[in-house]
């Protein structure tokens, strides 16, 4: 007695489908295996061990200064290189700008805000000149201002917490600040105001007053008229009391005679008048 049997279906060796990997950013961002913080650290140890920028900073100098791996220095310079606060130089090696010298310099001073000094060229880099005429008009959220820098270097959502560091960048450096949920400038520029300066007045002789410009062979006297029409002057004669007690007494007439004659005199020139 025989049996057919019919054989069933052969199963099939199915491949999985790998799910294509996300599209990468057109902009370079910064590792977030790095925090800010510890970024920073690392600028101000390329300004350190470049001699104030003077020579280039071999990475595994740095990494023994900051006290980490080399290669986690190497995950960073691909942002901050993009940026131009470090420059390479040659293989394994990076020279800061000026800007992450003076950021190590005023570190000594003021911990809290040294890193402004990164603001000038944070402010060069493709992200603020996308931020930044929105921010002009007023605070935004954010989250907004994530989706902005988003679109300006094609970023996926997985991208998120780097695009976030961004911000963060730009806080440090004092280029915009924090206030709950939104950002705004750090600072408003003011306009300049132009001082036009004042010409000089020229002074102006009281009215009751006459100049007299001098002559070198004159007496340089002068005298103001009173509101009447009189005359006032003062006249100080010194006169050794010694020599006066010795004088006759025709003498002493003649001496203020002839004083009183020579004030006559005087007053006659002055008014424009005849001189005898």
């Known amino acids: 007695m025989s049996t057919n049997t019919t054989p069933g279906p052969v199963p099939v060796a199915t491949t999985p489908v790998e799910k294509p990997a996300p599209p990468k950013p057109t902009k370079i961002l910064p590792t977030e295996r790095i925090s800010v913080p510890k ?3 690392m600028l101000r140890a390329y300004a350190a061990v470049s001699n104030n920028g003077a020579k280039p900073a071999p990475v595994n100098e740095v990494a023994t200064v900051v006290k980490t791996a080399a290669s986690s220095v190497s995950l960073a310079n691909a942002f901050l290189a993009n940026v131009n606060l470090i420059t390479r130089s040659d293989a394994g090696s990076y020279t800061p700008c000026p800007e992450v010298v003076a950021f190590l310099r005023a570190y000594e001073w003021d911990k809290e805000t040294a890193s402004h000094k990164l603001g000038p060229v944070l ?13 002009a008009y007023g605070a935004i959220e954010e989250e907004a201002a994530i989706t902005v820098l988003a679109e ?3 970023a996926p959502p ?5 695009l976030r560091m961004i911000i963060d960048f730009l806080v440090v450096g004092g280029v915009v600040r924090r206030e709950g ?5 750090a600072t408003k520029e003011m306009p300049t105001e132009v001082v036009t300066p004042k010409p000089e007045a020229t002074p102006v002789a009281p009215e009751n007053v006459v100049v007299v410009k001098p002559n070198p062979g ?5 005298f103001v008229a ?8 003062n006249v100080n004669v010194s006169v050794d009391m ?3 007690a010795s004088w006759r007494p025709d003498r002493i007439q003649a001496f203020f005679r002839g004083m009183a004659e020579v004030l006559a005199a005087k007053a006659d020139v002055e008014k424009g008048g005849p001189v005898s």
């Open 158 to 162: 997985e991208y998120k917490k780097e």
């Open 181 to 185: 949920s939104t950002i705004k400038l």
């Open 226 to 233: 009173s509101p009447t029409g009189g005359i006032s002057f």
């Open 242 to 244: 010694n020599e006066f």
């Open 123 to 135: 402010r060069e880099a493709w992200f603020w000149k996308s931020l930044q005429p929105r921010l």
């Open 39 to 41: 970024q920073l650290d």
């Open 218 to 222: 004159d007496v340089r006297t002068g």
């Open 152 to 154: 300006a270097s094609a």
